[in-house]
């Protein structure tokens, strides 16, 4: 009996086999080049992160005799700050009127970076002798610590008798609040549910603190533009003006075509 003649793949095949196993080599070759030049990248940025922070820290450093001789300036205009505030869109949604009243005391607002910039900071409240409290300075501090987990603490509130305005109304009493639902300002203060979204800090300290005076400014600037919309409106009266005189001028050309009907009979 014959021996069965032994079958052999297609040299074809074995081709596109050898073409697979050398793309995919390729392709694995390529993405650990990849890696190494992503961790290098990685590198700089964390080189970059480091010298970004140095300069920050200089900075800072180079501002507060600014900062200082800002707030000694300040202080020469009354009012200044419960000003800036009811001027500030979102810190004035958070004021109602005994907060206004409180803050007319209200003398000095000072933030101060922590010394390396990333682990935190503090925001410094002073006030005159006042009808509300008996502590001269409030101050909130934000921290966070080495695990990156954020927390704040706070000057407790040292309220004179029958005017603790955090205890006024208990309509959202058993509920969590909102910095936009909180019946006073200074529940802020005793409000460390969440530090790391804490909005009202941020605003202060990277939005009004920067330059208060430009909110302290917005009234008297709103009242001299005469406040928004003013040229939109009187393009708008200019417009119905217009759509009125229209109909007016059509109804003229149809009694003129009556006339010349007339005319002709």
Known sequence: ?????????????????AADEQADKEQQEAIEQIDEVQ?????LNENASEEILKVEQKYNTLRQPYFKKRSDLIAKIPNFWVTAFVNHPQVSALLNEDDEEALQYLTKVEVQEFEDIKSGYRINFYFDTNPYFSNEMLTKEFH?????????????IKWKEGKDLTKKGSATKGKKRTHEDQESFFSWFSDHGDAGADEL????KDDIWPNPLQYYLASEIDEETGGDGGEADDLDDEGNYEDEEEPDEEGEEEGEGEEDEEEEG
């Open 1 to 17: 009996m014959a021996t069965p003649a032994k079958v052999t793949k297609p040299e074809g095949k074995n081709n596109h086999d």
């Open 201 to 204: 800090g941020e605003v202060i």
């Open 144 to 156: 966070l610590n080495d695990t990156g987990d954020p927390s704040s603490q706070s000057t407790p």
């Open 39 to 43: 961790n290098e990248i990685d590198k």
